[in-house]
């Protein structure tokens, strides 16, 4: 079994800066694509950003510019630094990995528990 757990979220003001965090623990396991998903109550769960296991991130225009994916595989950790903030960037972030287990289904989809983000002044 895989677990992944997020840190790093809090309340900041606008104009400030984040770094949540997403650690994937278990045993004999690789991870595919990893990313950051956001929920505001009554709203539907929306991608934030998501990044290969080369590196390569996608950003909704919303964050594009202000949010930044990076992972460390080593770690099997994935982090978002997110800058100038703003309310509406105020949400549960979760983050979200493809994992295949050994012996288990490939690219299964794990979720980590998500962290509270507030904005506000």
């Known amino acids: 079994q895989v677990q992944l757990v997020e840190s790093g979220g809090g309340l900041v003001q606008p104009g400030g800066s984040l770094r949540p965090s997403c650690a994937a623990s278990?045993?004999?396991?690789?991870?595919?694509?990893m990313g950051w998903y956001r929920q505001v109550p009554g709203k539907q769960r929306e991608l934030v950003a998501m990044?290969?296991?080369?590196?390569?991130?996608n950003y909704p225009s919303s964050v594009q510019g202000r949010f930044t994916i990076s992972r460390d595989n080593a770690k099997n950790t994935v982090y978002l630094q997110m800058n100038s903030l703003k309310p509406e960037d105020t949400a549960v972030y979760y983050c979200?990995?493809?994992?295949?287990?050994?012996?288990?289904?490939?690219?299964?989809?794990?979720w980590g528990q998500g962290t509270q983000v507030t904005v506000s002044s």
């Open positions: 979200d990995a493809f994992v295949t287990v050994v012996g288990g289904t490939p690219d299964s989809h794990y």
């Open positions: 278990g045993t004999a396991f690789s991870i595919n694509a």
């Open positions: 990044i290969t296991t080369s590196g390569t991130a």
